[in-house]
């Protein structure tokens, strides 16, 4: 439960002394600090029914993922969030990876009528309105190695600053390094012909990873309305890869990071069942796939309409509809510079929280298709399931998604969760 | 009872004319006027007694029974401001199951206007708006809807008195609460109110076709600042289904000097 906080000096160190300083007093125990673990173990299986389109990739992989979280909190309220994250994976080397999610210290009082809070550290934000995909969201990196919907984040070191009252939420970051996107490794699927080399990403910036980025957001809820206006100014989570050599002469895709700068808005409108949503931006600075400098704006706006207690019954259906459109067309970087997303969720509220939610995206350009797959279930209190698909029915010559037209896959999860 | 004689009375009145000669025999009811003023000052009286708490933080723990005799346990916290002249601030942060861990629902709920809704999913780090239009679904798939969980607003309803009735060695008064709001699952529900302190202690529920879906039964009532009581344990029972529902209150605490700023959008990601 948030509980009031008493502000306090600004320094990392000085932080972590004022906040902790009860842990090493004697009357620690009296002022009573929190311990919380909690987290989850993953089995995961994934399936590939084509072989891969590539020498040494495999049709199978097995693994197993561990994500638990150490919380304290002082007497005052004050918080320290540690998530470390490791993978183990029998098929990719570099799908094996560990990574700090979170390693935060949370700190937050009083500011006149309303309130500020301040994260540093290693943390996780989200932004966005959209279902298909996730435009604005930009300050963490994507841990694309973990799942191809790019909705796994890296954990992000940053100095996160809100300060909130009833004018809205206005957010500042500080991001002193940047995390260099997680690929394939050369026995992975869903790859370009060319290996990555990972290891060895360029940046635009002289700076390279320590480059200091600053984003800004402003947020707030009217009526029916919740929406956000943001901006980034610094080293692009995307990558551009460069063609090169390895060490050893090999050919290999070099990762590239530009230096952009980005306005982005997002917003949502819930009216009854209706959930209508957008998410654009524009961005300047970034190569487009010719690798030629251009600024564009890109957006997905849709809806979602719900049906209650369909049939008498206590379950939801959900019909969702999305647009994504990129004004480079066929220059955009991404598979979905015009391509129509149509999907359906069903939610029967029973007591083992199941939840459904299957989608096709439909290129207006070209032939492609991709379908998507997602179930989730539990067990038992503590053991829960999931089933995960991405079908690749047709996929057209020209798409950039051509390389993985044979990576469709199954993906079965069985999860701990204590 | 005399309400359910005189439909039935209506409908059947031609194939058994016994049925209706059967409710003849039954007091009248109270003239429609009356009854419905009358229900209308229970409501009220009640609301204005339960005024004034200012906020309180208590916690949840409910046990699911399928009709096999399954069981599956829910716990959560929840923290609640009064918003004097319209609804209250809800904040509700589940602990189990621990797949759901860290979720948490921010609901402000008002008098005459819809609610508003968000849903804070701490996988994805994303606060998400949700509709208020969901008040007949299942909360956390147990036998208690969203709107069975908030307090009933008065306005959002209208009340018919129907009679006194003996409960569990009190006098209780019978008032029957229309729901104004059409997406509400229920068509009516019957309210038992002891004439001491009004509290509610049995609420039958109605669904749209006007058969008796549920029952909710409330007893281990205590009383806070010498004022405010609170049912203890709250047993909702679904006829159709058979499943149930045993809802567990414990650590109330008023008192807490909590406001908005507990209850923001920025606060969900906190809420733990």
Known sequence: ?418 | MTQACSQRASSLFRAFPLVLAACLAAPPPAPGQDAEARGLEIAQDARARGEGFGDFTASQTMLLRNREGQESRRELRLQVLEVPGDGNKSLFVFDEPRDVAGTALLIFSHREDDDEQWLYLPALERVRRISSSNQSGSFLGSEFAYEDMGTPEVEKFTYRYLRDDECGGLTCTVTERVPTNTRSGYSRQEVWQDTDELRVWRVDYYDRKGDHLKTLTMSNYQQYLDRYWQAGEMTMVNHVTGKSTVLTWADLQFGNDLDDNDFTRTGLRRAR
Not at chain 1, 21 to 35: R, T
Not at chain 1, 111 to 126: K, N, P, T
Not at chain 1, 207 to 219: E, I, L, M, N, T
Request: proline share 5%; net charge negative.
């Open chain 1, 1 to 418: 439960m948030p509980r009031r906080a008493v502000p306090s000096g600004a320094a990392a160190v000085v932080l972590w002394t004022a906040a902790f300083a009860p842990a090493i007093h004697p009357d620690a125990a009296a002022q009573g600090v929190d311990f919380d673990f909690s987290g989850r173990v993953r089995l995961e299986t994934r399936w590939f029914p084509q072989a891969g389109t590539f020498p040494g990739q495999r049709r199978h992989a097995g693994g197993i993922a561990a994500e638990p979280e150490f919380y304290f909190e002082n007497a005052q309220g004050r918080s320290f969030t540690l998530t470390p994250f490791f993978r183990y994976d029998s098929a990719d080397a570099n799908r094996t990876h560990f990574d700090v999610r979170e390693a935060f210290l949370l700190m937050f009082g009083q500011a006149g009528d309303g309130e500020w809070e301040l994260r540093v550290g290693i943390d996780r934000v989200f932004w966005g309105a959209a279902e298909s995909r996730h435009l604005v969201d930009i300050v963490n990196q994507t841990d694309l190695i973990e799942h191809p919907d790019e909705e796994d984040k890296l954990g992000q070191p940053m100095a996160h600053l809100t300060w909130s009252g009833d004018w809205g939420v206005a957010e500042v970051f500080g991001l002193p390094y940047h995390r260099a996107r997680t690929l394939p490794g050369s026995r992975g699927r869903l790859r370009y012909p060319l290996p990555y080399d990972t290891g060895n990403a360029l940046y635009e910036s002289r700076a390279k990873q320590w480059h200091f980025d600053v984003a800004g957001r402003y947020s707030h809820s009217l009526g029916p309305l919740d929406f956000g206006a943001s901006v980034f100014n610094g080293t692009s989570r995307e990558p551009f890869f460069l063609p090169g050599a390895n060490a050893t002469g090999d050919p290999v895709l070099h990762p590239y990071y530009e230096q952009i700068h980005q306005w982005g808005v997002d917003a949502q409108v819930t009216l009854d069942a209706w959930a209508l949503k957008l998410e654009a931006i524009h961005r300047s600075g970034a190569r487009n796939l010719r690798g030629v400098d251009e600024n564009y704006g890109a957006l997905v706006g849709g809806f979602e309409y719900t049906f209650f207690s369909v049939w008498g019954t206590a379950a939801d259906v959900s019909v969702l509809g999305e647009w994504n459109y990129d004004g480079r067309g066929r220059d955009a970087t991404t598979a979905f510079d015009n391509d129509l997303f149509v999907a359906t969720r069903w939610a029967p509220n029973d007591i083992q929280g199941t939840e459904l939610l299957a989608g096709i995206m439909f290129d207006a350009r070209r032939a492609s298709r991709v379908m998507t797959l997602e179930f989730n279930r539990r067990i038992t209190d503590r053991w829960s399931m999931s089933v995960e698909s991405i079908a690749l029915p047709g996929v057209d010559a020209s798409d950039i998604l051509y390389p993985t037209r044979r990576d469709s896959f199954f993906e079965f999860g069985l999860f701990y969760n204590f």
